[in-house]
């Protein structure tokens, strides 16, 4: 089955930063990657989503960039805001294998 | 976007009771719908597939037994926590797919069980 790793577990920044979180995936047939953020006591929220077809894909602070050669792909929020702060997953194929999570804590 | 509710939103309850916890989706219609179990800091792990009309099927190391699933209707799929013990406490989160969404999970916001 499909096993998604990411890195890192934690990230700290001060506002105004970029935040970059990479996740790896093993199989090679999955397509669409979503990324969630998940705020204390709540379910996970889309934020942003690439297919395989294209290699890179923003909305506003939010990109995501896709190398399945390396099966890898990575999120970018840049301008950092106190309200970024959350635990952000990463998932292969329709969420059903998600990511370990990565706390991101964005400084005042 | 689409919109999926859960009930309750937290439920606390004794040793070996049973617990329900429902899954709707408000503004579409979900063929297939997915529960999640997320212990404290941890990811969320897939415990089972609810399809409507038919058997759940079951993620490894998940017991269908404890672990009861009913997708009535194209709304509404039900979990319930059979004879709960305290190490069933978790998060309990549902997802669903929208057709034509292309893979596009919508989540519920989750129920928290505790088990005395």
Redesign the interface.
């Known amino acids: 089955g499909e096993n998604v790793e990411q890195h890192p577990s934690t990230l700290s920044v001060q506002e105004g930063d970029s935040a970059v979180i990479k996740c790896t995936y093993s199989d090679s047939a999955s397509n ?1 990657f ?1 990324w ?1 953020k998940q705020e204390l ?6 934020i942003i ?1 690439i ?1 395989s077809n294209v290699g890179e894909k923003k909305d506003q602070r939010i990109a995501v960039t896709l190398n399945k050669t390396a099966k890898h792909f990575s999120l970018h929020i840049t301008e950092t805001q106190p309200e970024d702060s959350a635990v952000y ?1 990463c998932a292969a ?9 990565t706390r991101l804590q964005v400084q005042p | 976007g689409a919109v999926v509710s859960q009930h309750p939103s937290w439920v606390i309850c004794k040793s070996g009771t049973s617990v329900k916890i429902e899954c709707r989706s408000l503004d579409f219609q979900a063929t297939t719908m997915f529960w999640y179990r997320q212990f404290p800091k941890q990811s969320l792990m897939l415990m089972a597939t609810s399809n409507e009309g038919s058997k759940a099927t079951y993620e490894q190391g998940v017991e269908k037994d404890k672990f009861l699933i009913n997708h009535a209707s194209l709304t509404l799929s039900t979990l319930t926590v059979t004879s709960a013990h305290p190490e069933d406490s978790s998060f309990y989160i549902c997802s669903a797919p929208r057709q034509g969404a292309l893979n596009e999970q919508f989540f519920g916001p989750g129920t928290r069980l505790t088990v005395l």
Do not use: I, N, V
């Open positions: 669409y979503p969630y006591g709540k379910g996970p929220q889309l989503d297919r997953f194929e329709r969420a059903l294998t998600f990511g370990s999570g």
